[in-house]
C-alpha cells in the first residue's frame, strides 16, 4: 500500500515537472515567435517609410529647365550612340536612348545603369533572360529583378505589375533606374552602398557591412570603374 501512495506522488511530481517545463517551452516559443513577428513587421514599417518619403520627394521636385533642348538632345543621343558601340550592337540604340532619357531625369549616370545590367545579363542584355533557382526565388528579365521586389518598385515607379512585363527591356530599365534612384536617395548618394543593395538586397547590404566593414562589394566597384572609364570616352569625344 506505502509503495502505491509512493509511486502516486512520484507520478504526481513527474506530471507536475513535465507540466511546468511544456508551460516554459511554450511561453519561451510564443515569446520568440512575437520577437520575430515584431522584427518583421519593423522592417517592413521601415521599409514603407522609406518608399513614401521617395515618392514624396519625386512629387516635390520642380520641373527640370527647358533650355538648351536641343544641346541636351544631342548629348544624349551621343551617349546613346556610346552605349550602343560599347556593346557591339547588342544594346539597341532605342534601349540606349531610352536608358540615357530615364538616367537624365533622375539625375543618375547612365554609363552605371548600363554596367549594371551588362553584368546582370551577363554581357548579353537578353530581354527574355532568367536567372538561376535561388532559395528566394529566381529573377527576370534584363534588370534581373525577383517577383518579390519588382511590384513594389513598380508601385514607386507609378506603373501597373505584372510578371510578364519583367521581359519588356523599356519595363526592365525603368524599374532599375527608379531602384537606384531610390537607393540612391536612401543612402545619400553612397553608390557603394546602392549598388551592393541592388545586388544583395538591402538586408544583404547590411549583412556584407557587417562582415566586411564597408559596402565596397565587386559588384559595387567593377559598375562604378567601368562607368567611369565611359564617361572619360564621352569627354574625350
Given at each position: 500500500?506505502?509503495?502505491?501512495?509512493?509511486?502516486q506522488?512520484?507520478?504526481?511530481?513527474?506530471?507536475?515537472?513535465?507540466?511546468?517545463?511544456?508551460?516554459?517551452?511554450?511561453k519561451?516559443h510564443t515569446?520568440d515567435?512575437?520577437?520575430?513577428?515584431?522584427?518583421?513587421?519593423q522592417?517592413?514599417?521601415?521599409?514603407?517609410?522609406?518608399?513614401?518619403?521617395?515618392?514624396?520627394?519625386?512629387?516635390s521636385?520642380?520641373p527640370?529647365?527647358?533650355?538648351?533642348?536641343?544641346?541636351?538632345?544631342?548629348?544624349?543621343?551621343k551617349k546613346?550612340?556610346?552605349?550602343?558601340?560599347?556593346?557591339?550592337?547588342?544594346?539597341?540604340?532605342?534601349?540606349?536612348?531610352f536608358?540615357?532619357?530615364e538616367?537624365?531625369?533622375?539625375?543618375?549616370?547612365?554609363?552605371?545603369?548600363y554596367?549594371?545590367?551588362?553584368?546582370?545579363?551577363?554581357?548579353?542584355?537578353?530581354?527574355?533572360?532568367?536567372g538561376?533557382e535561388?532559395?528566394?526565388g529566381?529573377?527576370?528579365?534584363?534588370?534581373?529583378?525577383?517577383?518579390?521586389?519588382?511590384?513594389w518598385?513598380?508601385?514607386?515607379?507609378?506603373?501597373?505589375?505584372?510578371?510578364?512585363?519583367?521581359f519588356?527591356?523599356?519595363?526592365?530599365?525603368?524599374?532599375?533606374?527608379?531602384?537606384?534612384?531610390?537607393?540612391?536617395?536612401?543612402?545619400?548618394?553612397?553608390?557603394?552602398?546602392?549598388?551592393?543593395?541592388?545586388?544583395?538586397?538591402?538586408?544583404?547590404l547590411?549583412?556584407?557591412?557587417?562582415?566586411n566593414g564597408?559596402?565596397k562589394?565587386?559588384?559595387?566597384?567593377?559598375?562604378?570603374?567601368?562607368s567611369?572609364?565611359?564617361?572619360?570616352v564621352?569627354?574625350?569625344?
Open positions: 500500500m506505502q509503495k502505491k501512495h509512493l509511486w506522488s512520484v507520478i504526481v511530481v513527474l506530471i507536475i515537472a513535465v507540466t511546468a517545463v511544456t508551460v516554459d517551452q511554450l519561451s515569446h515567435k512575437l520577437s520575430t513577428d515584431k522584427r518583421e513587421l522592417a517592413e514599417l521601415e521599409q514603407l517609410q522609406s518608399e513614401n518619403e521617395y515618392v514624396t520627394s519625386k512629387l521636385d520642380s527640370k529647365s527647358t533650355k538648351n533642348n536641343v544641346e541636351s538632345w544631342k548629348t544624349m543621343n546613346a550612340e556610346n552605349l550602343v558601340s560599347e556593346s557591339e550592337g547588342k544594346f539597341k540604340k532605342t534601349w540606349a536612348l536608358l540615357v532619357k538616367s537624365k531625369a533622375h539625375d543618375i549616370d547612365p554609363f552605371i545603369v554596367e549594371l545590367l551588362k553584368v546582370e545579363t551577363g554581357n548579353t542584355f537578353d530581354p527574355e533572360l532568367v538561376p535561388t532559395e528566394y529566381q529573377a527576370y528579365g534584363m534588370s534581373q529583378f525577383m517577383t518579390n521586389t519588382a511590384p518598385i513598380a508601385d514607386m515607379a507609378d506603373l501597373s505589375y505584372e510578371k510578364g512585363k519583367l519588356d527591356p523599356y519595363y526592365s530599365m525603368k524599374l532599375s533606374v527608379t531602384y537606384l534612384d531610390f537607393l540612391k536617395q536612401e543612402y545619400d548618394g553612397d553608390w557603394d552602398k546602392a549598388l551592393t543593395a541592388y545586388h544583395r538586397g538591402m538586408g544583404g547590411e549583412q556584407y557591412m557587417s562582415e564597408d559596402a562589394s565587386w559588384y559595387a566597384l567593377e559598375i562604378q570603374s567601368k567611369e572609364n565611359h564617361a572619360t564621352a569627354v574625350a569625344n
